[in-house]
């Protein structure tokens, strides 16, 4: 069955300090990956989605991802982390052939310290 | 308006009461997903339409769950006989068809509390 592991419940990081958070997927076909993000009492924000080409996609707010296929990895990454990053984070796979339904993590809560 | 609206934004409901959770997608959007997000998880999928069809319903969780779009905009979410698990936050979603030109535009979600 198709699914998306976030290890991390929580990550703490530094101001300026850079970032990784990390998601596994299962799926058996080409995946189309996205990475959303969430601040409290808001809807799901779109970062940065992954169809094909280039594994390296770039994304809003300086975010980047970088697909692995050996690896069945999506991680999420930003070389400088602003106060105002701090949010949960959620990876998702969309299943093409259901429409596009989307099958996400249970998120990565990102909190910042100045 | 431009993006997807939701209502009410609250709702507490007691232990088998009817609600009704409304989505406005955005204009010209033919696919609207609804996803339910428990506290503390990720959003779980229920259910999928393109147009006025329903071409997955799957992830409902039971028959006290029912989704309509009658004229392929505005759908309703409607939970019969509600219980305290139904209590969580109800996300819909609209997208254009197509790859790879069918990102999903997510509400602010319906916060439901069952007491």
């Known amino acids: 069955a198709q699914s998306v592991t976030q290890p991390d419940i929580h990550i703490t990081v530094s101001e300026g300090a850079s970032l990784e958070l990390r998601c596994n997927y299962s ?10 993000v969430q601040s409290p009492g808001q809807g799901l924000q779109l970062l940065l989605k992954y169809f094909s ?3 390296l996609v770039q994304g809003i707010k300086g ?19 602003h106060w105002s990053d701090a949010a949960e984070y959620f990876c998702a796979v969309g299943l093409m052939e259901y429409g596009n339904k989307l099958v996400f993590g249970a998120g990565t809560i990102l909190r910042v310290k100045s | 308006g431009a993006g997807v ?3 009410p934004r609250y709702k507490v409901a007691k232990r088998g009461q009817d609600v009704a959770l409304r989505c406005d997608p ?3 959007h033919v696919s609207l997903f609804w996803y339910q997000q428990a506290l503390g998880q990720g959003p779980e999928f229920l259910t999928y339409f393109q147009n006025e069809a329903q071409l997955d319903k799957s992830g409902l969780p039971s028959d006290r769950f029912f989704a309509e ?6 759908s309703t979410l409607k939970i019969q006989r509600t219980q305290q698990e139904d209590s969580a936050v109800y996300l ?3 997208s254009l068809p197509g790859i790879p030109n069918n990102e999903q535009f997510f509400g602010p979600g319906t916060r439901l509390t069952v007491l």
Do not use: H, M
């Not at chain 1, 799926?27 to 959303?36: R, S």
């Not at chain 2, 779009?69 to 505005?74: A, F, I, K, L, T």
């Open chain 1, 63 to 81: 975010f980047e991802a970088e697909f692995k296929r050996s690896q069945s990895s999506f991680n999420l990454r930003k070389p400088s982390v």
């Open chain 1, 27 to 36: 799926y058996g076909a080409t995946p189309y990956l996205f990475w959303y």
């Open chain 2, 92 to 94: 819909c979603a609209s």
């Open chain 2, 69 to 74: 779009r009658p004229e392929g905009s505005v």
């Open chain 2, 26 to 28: 955005i204009s010209g």
């Open chain 2, 5 to 7: 609206s939701q209502s």
């Open chain 1, 53 to 55: 080409g280039d594994t």
